[in-house]
């Protein structure tokens, strides 16, 4: 395996031999260790120091289904702080079968022409791709997929990268090839912006070769019991997508909605995963596709448009809830809009349905105004100066509109859960390397830590910091082995991760070494932090969210801020 | 003396006899000893837990001349930590005389009409002042004063402080009535707008009376000496005001000229003291005004336009600078245009002409183009994206520009100092608690730190850390008594600050005491900002400043990082 750094400046690729010290470190273990050793902390995140690294999972083209996640790591243009942020599509798979562990973009660009890294198993090359400038995700790929085959895994950013905005995302295919996949939070799209790639493509090529798994007999074994397991026990998500939460959290009262003024929303009904799956199946797409190759869940879905043609891919409860319920729309079309158009910008729906909600409570836009609201993130392919401050995201939007009521931690947008009623998501809000991000600690309802015996109430303070701690470190491990977080958490049974590790790799691990994979990846992410000025202090939700009684329920969020400042691993 | 908290939100005045643990503050070290114990610090600087404190000096209205500085202190927008900022003009004076010593103004209001503080001798009120609303500072002042009389003392916010933005500032009529000083920098504008106050009105009143003094004599004695020596020692601010420092700045190649790109600026003659002089000379302007009342120096002036009617009052160099040299502009009247539209937005025209830099780099106006950067500035009466944007100071406009190379910390842009020519005035934009910000530690050529013997070369990188520290120290003393900076740290032998406040006060404090106010402000202040989040990791200045060299001279800044860090007091 091989670690690839590609200097921006000199247009050089240097191969490294895999690193000792790596040795047992992937995906977001990856990422994270390379920025905390390399990248100044204080460093500014869209300077030439700030490095972006792109690492497969450990699990990476194994035959354990739902391992191709794919981890995108730097210093985040919105916090300040470590990030990572991880994707499906085909990328993982690929680099794994290539034996590339990871690519590190470093340095500063030389001129203001994009560039394309194209990693053909010949020569990796970086082209020059004027055609590109400011084009979409999805006229980018296309355009892409012309050259280098449909098959091409393919990473990029849309004009919103390429403005560096703190809202952009990297857009990756998916399995189909839809431009709907992202690295969604923490503006890593602007770094790659900043870094002058607008493209990273992976033809499909002959070189690829199957990862051998040491002990291939055993591990055969586990995926074809995880997958029939999972094929079982994810019936719902298959069926739906996670578009069933929309139900679920408006029924608990913790539905996003018109800038988490309310908890439930009176047009759930018309938004909600059954509206969702009948207008699909109706106009004859998706219900369930895969975003990653050999996904059984196939939680994804592909949604045509009024007139039957391809509108949008994965249309997910967070893209639904944060530009849909939270703008006060009720209208699954204009849904789908607002996120095909995000993503061909190659902005974060979440960051962004946030930001439009502070947009249309300042008046810009009335709430449940669909097309106002497209109109308004439209402004970033003109890079009119609305538009970039829209797709800068909500700390930004606020500081230029005066605005103090902010839904965010560490500069970062809260995900589609009021912490009012999701304690523990919360807590995790509030208390994660990452900031706001649901998935660095998803305490949905049900959800337990390490102690399978431990009960916790969704919206009872108690125990909502432990739990939060104990989903970190379990998502921490999760993001190392590139599973997803589907096939998480829930089986939580740290053996299971024990067993396909050692089946890939013939090492001897136990349990507890697994945990400490997790545990001392968090303890790395915070030390970055640290060093970056942003220390326990800042693992605080904003002041209104314990002051302001959510609607219906009337409750705050009231987790003991003590509980949650001492919580280390 | 009394203690005045005024509530926004039931419009109540609640007077306290003097709080004993206030009984030796004044000035800054009450607004940021009020501060550091009443405002939660992990708090939003626009929310009703944070607090506007507005304290005249120790020495204020005393016989001892330049003590009627007025110290005004909140969280600051920009910085997200504590800040001061004084100004000059009449309140601090008349606040005294009135038996005032804090005006803290607390809560959020409960309607959006702006209202304004009326501080008649009799009842203090809160009138609801539709009339001035987005009114500029000039209309404000006038018909404030038509309504309460010529003298009144008025502190008001422009259309920036109502828009809540970053830049904004807080306007004092100065000893002639006219808006132009402004407790300019951190956004503490924006703090008054999210009290929903516009105004605050002392008119002159017969209730006032002369503070006393312990021992009159002897402070009458002390002042008239103390005059003397300003008049003989100040004879150049006094004719040319600060002005004089274009010249210097430009000698020694540390002029911000076009956006900090270099160091000195063929168009200096055209803005320095002589030219700036002679302009206000033959239109018959004033070349020497007093901003507060009783001051011996009289470094403000009053500048005329073409047509020789008033156009705008105290044009001093980091004004000239920001909205000159780094604007490339090399015009007078449009460097007064800017200054009269910044003072009229109450718009800190330091972060204004610093975000200017940016814009024009950016492209939005050329640099040399004074109109065009008035047209931007004067967006901000509009309220449009644009204006807020630019109103927002460096750090947000960047954010939302997609810009890394930023001249700022902590927030807060830079003064007119190039910290890679004055390297001790680096070491305090680095290290101060309040951000970027010249007169907390003014480290201009010639001047010493404690130790009167130590000799400390402008650019050479020993021995600014410590210069720096020194001048904090004695900056922070300086605050407490309301003393300007011009009266300032030359005098630095602490005896005759020990003597005054003695005199005044009948104490027996000694040297080591005055010394001991200074650091212990300074460690109150950096205590408050750990709280929030902010520590020595944030004392550093970015990256670019060490990387490229500023031209012509081809200098870095180069002061130890180490040695910055572990500045404490």
């Known amino acids: 395996m091989k670690l690839i750094r590609i200097k921006v400046d000199s247009e050089e690729f240097i191969e490294h031999d895999w690193p000792r010290e790596y040795e047992r470190l992937g995906g977001r273990a990856l990422s994270s260790t390379i920025i905390s050793r390399e990248v100044p902390p204080m460093s500014h995140p869209l300077g030439e120091s700030n490095k972006l690294i792109i690492a497969p999972g450990l699990m990476a083209a194994s035959p354990v289904p739902c391992c191709n996640k794919l981890s995108i790591g730097a210093k985040s243009p919105l916090t300040g702080g470590i990030k990572e942020s991880n994707v499906g599509g085909r990328v993982a798979y690929r680099l794994a079968r290539l034996g590339i562990g990871a690519l590190v973009l470093e340095g500063a660009p030389l001129s203001s022409h994009p560039r394309a890294i194209i990693l053909s198993s010949k020569r990796p090359t970086i082209e020059r791709v004027d055609e590109l400038i400011g084009l979409g995700n999805y006229e980018t790929h296309k355009k892409l997929q012309e050259l280098y085959g449909p098959r091409a895994a393919i990473l990029s950013i849309g004009p919103a990268g390429e403005l560096k905005l703190g809202g952009a995302c990297i857009i990756s295919g998916d399995n189909d090839d839809h431009p709907g996949r992202a690295a969604g939070r923490g503006g890593l799209g602007a770094v790659m912006g900043s870094k002058g790639i607008k493209a990273i493509v992976i033809p499909h090529s002959k070189a690829e070769k199957t990862v051998p798994n040491k002990n291939q007999k055993e591990i055969k074994e586990i995926a074809k019991n995880f997958s029939e397991y999972l094929r079982k026990s994810r019936a719902i998500l298959t069926k739906y997508g996670t578009a069933g939460m929309i139900d679920l959290a408006n029924g608990v009262g913790g539905l996003p909605t018109r800038n988490y003024r309310t908890g439930t929303f009176e047009g759930v009904e018309k938004i909600n995963a059954a509206a969702l799956y009948e207008t699909i199946k109706d106009r004859g797409g998706s219900t369930s596709a895969a975003c990653t190759p050999g996904c059984p869940i196939r939680c994804s879905n592909v949604y ?13 409860y967070e893209t639904m809830c944060m530009v849909g319920s939270n703008l006060g729309i009720d209208d699954l079309d204009a849904i789908a809009r607002l996120d095909r158009t995000c993503d061909d910008l190659g902005l974060d729906t979440i960051e962004t349905g946030a930001t439009l909600g502070l947009a249309m409570e300042a008046g810009l836009v009335e709430f449940g105004d669909g097309d106002g609201a497209l109109t308004l993130v ?14 800068s995201g909500v700390t930004t939007f606020a500081r230029v509109m005066g605005i103090e009521r902010v839904p965010q931690v560490k500069g970062q947008s809260f995900p589609a859960y009021d912490p009012r009623i999701f304690k523990g998501m ?11 991000d649901h ?13 399978p015996n431990k009960e916790i109430s969704l919206t009872d303070p108690e125990g909502q910091a432990e739990l939060s701690h104990d989903l970190q470190i379990l998502v921490a491990i999760l993001d190392q082995l590139g599973l997803c977080l589907f096939a998480g958490p829930e089986v939580r049974n740290l053996s299971f991760w024990k067993d396909i590790l050692n089946a890939r790799f013939a090492w001897d691990i136990t349990e507890d070494d697994i945990l400490e994979m997790g545990k001392s990846l968090l303890r790395t992410e915070i030390d970055f932090n640290k060093r970056a000025g942003i220390n326990e202090k800042g693992n605080k939700l ?5 002051e302001e009684p959510l609607k219906p329920s009337g409750k705050v969020f009231d987790v003991d801020p003590e509980e949650l400042s001492k919580l280390d691993f």
């Open 304 to 316: 045509l448009d009024e007139e039957k043609n391809y509108l949008t891919s994965s249309l997910e």
């Open 378 to 391: 439209e402004e970033v392919y003109k890079g009119t100066v609305m538009g970039r401050l829209i797709g």
């Open 426 to 436: 919360g807590s995790t809000f509030a208390t994660s390397p990452m900031g706001a």
């Open 439 to 451: 998935t660095a600690g998803p305490a949905i309802p049900g959800r337990k830590g390490l102690d």
């Open 542 to 546: 904003p002041d209104w969210l314990r």
